[in-house]
């Protein structure tokens, strides 16, 4: 285990006793547990669509985790000003290749997501989520500590810029998230109430606006209320397998919903889980993400850095709704959306864009001593 002397002042000395290591090793095993996953769920995957490498996605996710490990060590190196720069970076970046893919993007599905680069299909809106949250949060404590700069304003154009792109690719998920994230910044900035309450009222007119004007969106809708309005094949295998499980699980390797299941290595990966590992491993899942969450707030409950404060809090109601909404998803909770489990899913972007959201909130929950920090 690495270990650093309390007087190392060598850039990893510091980090390694100003970091929370207790979150540090919960996202570690969340990874080893994606990695164990992965390995069980895919290989089917593979043979059904083709693929002479069983093991292909289990290599893919390996070599997509080591730069996503990295990247999140690196980001957790920097100071609270660093995070901010990086953020404010790659929210610009990532926004304009999520206007790109209005005009370049692959279409998979009626919706262009991504971008196709030699040996990685990129999906430029995973890398605005965190960077957003950030860069929101920067924005909304300029409310609070510069008086004449109208931070909130420019949030609100941001956000609304955002939003936008996402509706056109379309990707209301993704969408959703970015609001719920931004409305979740903006009340807790302390900004106008009744603003607050008509914004809030105008996110619920907006998803009855999609539910009329996203056929897609319809028809999720529809068949989460009525199962028998349309086909809910993956859903009603999901619900199999965690029945099969019970609460101890057929053992590692033994489940069978994978073999008929399309996406048991991304979306419905936890249904694998649930019925090769049971009930009780299911809710160290659960356990692990919400120690995660829980812990982030815990270190910035007595923040005095508007900043910190609002940017932390937006990364981690990020982390924890992504992952309440793959699980939900999987239990027939709330209609089905594809989005991965957070370290755990298959997925190339969505790997790289948590290491560095989950670096920047190991960044600044850091400890931090003297008038310069």
């Given at each position: 285990?690495?270990?650093?002397?309390?007087?190392?002042?060598?850039?990893?000395?510091?980090?390694?006793?100003?970091?929370?290591?207790?979150?540090?090793?919960?996202?570690?095993?969340?990874?080893?547990?994606?990695?164990?996953?992965?390995?069980?769920?895919?290989?089917?995957?593979?043979?059904?669509?083709?693929?002479?490498?069983?093991?292909?996605?289990?290599?893919?996710?390996?070599?997509?985790?080591?730069?996503?490990?990295?990247?999140?060590?690196?980001?957790?190196?920097?100071?609270?000003?660093?995070?901010?720069?990086?953020?404010?970076?790659?929210?610009?970046?990532?926004?304009?290749?999520?206007?790109?893919?209005?005009?370049?993007?692959?279409?998979?599905?009626?919706?262009?997501?991504?971008?196709?680069?030699?040996?990685?299909?990129l999906q430029p809106s995973e890398f605005v989520?965190?960077?957003?949250?950030?860069?929101?949060?920067?924005?909304?404590?300029?409310?609070?500590?510069?008086?004449?700069?109208?931070?909130?304003?420019?949030?609100?154009?941001?956000?609304?810029?955002?939003?936008?792109?996402?509706?056109?690719?379309?990707?209301?998920?993704?969408?959703?998230?970015?609001?719920?994230?931004?409305?979740?910044?903006?009340?807790?900035?302390?900004?106008?109430?009744?603003?607050?309450?008509?914004?809030?009222?105008?996110?619920?007119?907006?998803?009855?606006?999609?539910?009329?004007?996203?056929?897609?969106?319809?028809?999720?809708?529809?068949?989460?209320?009525?199962?028998?309005?349309?086909?809910?094949?993956?859903?009603?295998?999901?619900?199999?397998?965690?029945?099969?499980?019970?609460?101890?699980?057929?053992?590692?390797?033994?489940?069978?919903?994978?073999?008929?299941?399309?996406?048991?290595?991304a979306d419905f990966i936890f249904a694998v889980?649930?019925?090769?590992?049971?009930?009780?491993?299911?809710?160290?899942?659960?356990?692990?993400?919400?120690?995660?969450?829980?812990?982030?707030?815990?270190?910035?409950?007595?923040?005095?850095?508007?900043?910190?404060m609002l940017a932390t809090a937006g990364l981690?109601?990020?982390?924890?709704?992504?992952?309440?909404?793959?699980?939900?998803?999987?239990?027939?909770?709330?209609?089905?959306?594809?989005?991965?489990?957070?370290?755990?899913?298959?997925?190339?972007?969505?790997?790289?864009?948590?290491?560095?959201?989950?670096?920047?909130?190991?960044?600044?929950?850091?400890?931090?001593?003297?008038?310069?920090?």
């Open positions: 285990m690495m270990t650093f002397d309390r007087t190392d002042q060598s850039i990893f000395g510091r980090w390694w006793w100003t970091v929370d290591r207790w979150q540090l090793t919960a996202l570690a095993i969340l990874m080893a547990l994606g990695t164990v996953l992965i390995t069980a769920a895919s290989p089917p995957v593979a043979e059904r669509i083709g693929i002479d490498d069983t093991f292909y996605f289990v290599e893919r996710h390996l070599i997509m985790l080591l730069p996503a490990v990295l990247v999140m060590i690196g980001v957790s190196l920097l100071s609270p000003r660093g995070v901010r720069r990086v953020a404010l970076l790659m929210f610009l970046a990532a926004l304009a290749l999520v206007a790109a893919t209005l005009v370049v993007g692959v279409e998979i599905k009626g919706a262009r997501r991504w971008i196709h680069i030699p040996g990685l299909s989520k965190p960077a957003f949250a950030v860069v929101a949060g920067w924005l909304f404590s300029l409310s609070r500590t510069a008086p004449g700069f109208p931070g909130a304003l420019v949030s609100m154009a941001l956000y609304g810029l955002t939003v936008g792109l996402l509706l056109m690719q379309p990707d209301l998920g993704m969408a959703f998230v970015v609001s719920a994230v931004w409305f979740t910044q903006f009340f807790l900035a302390g900004l106008n109430i009744m603003l607050v309450g008509a914004l809030a009222v105008l996110g619920i007119v907006g998803l009855v606006g999609a539910y009329f004007t996203f056929p897609h969106v319809t028809s999720r809708i529809d068949r989460f209320l009525d199962p028998q309005s349309g086909d809910t094949y993956q859903v009603s295998r999901s619900l199999e397998a965690f029945a099969n499980g019970g609460l101890m699980g057929t053992g590692p390797g033994q489940g069978t919903v994978k073999f008929s299941l399309p996406d048991s290595h889980a649930g019925e090769e590992m049971g009930l009780i491993f299911c809710l160290f899942i659960v356990g692990l993400f919400s120690f995660v969450v829980l812990r982030g707030f815990a270190r910035v409950f007595n923040e005095n850095n508007y900043f910190i981690l109601v990020q982390f924890g709704l992504q992952a309440m909404i793959n699980m939900g998803s999987a239990l027939h909770l709330m209609p089905t959306k594809g989005m991965t489990l957070p370290f755990i899913s298959y997925g190339g972007s969505s790997l790289l864009a948590l290491g560095l959201g989950m670096g920047m909130v190991l960044a600044l929950t850091r400890k931090r001593f003297g008038p310069g920090e």
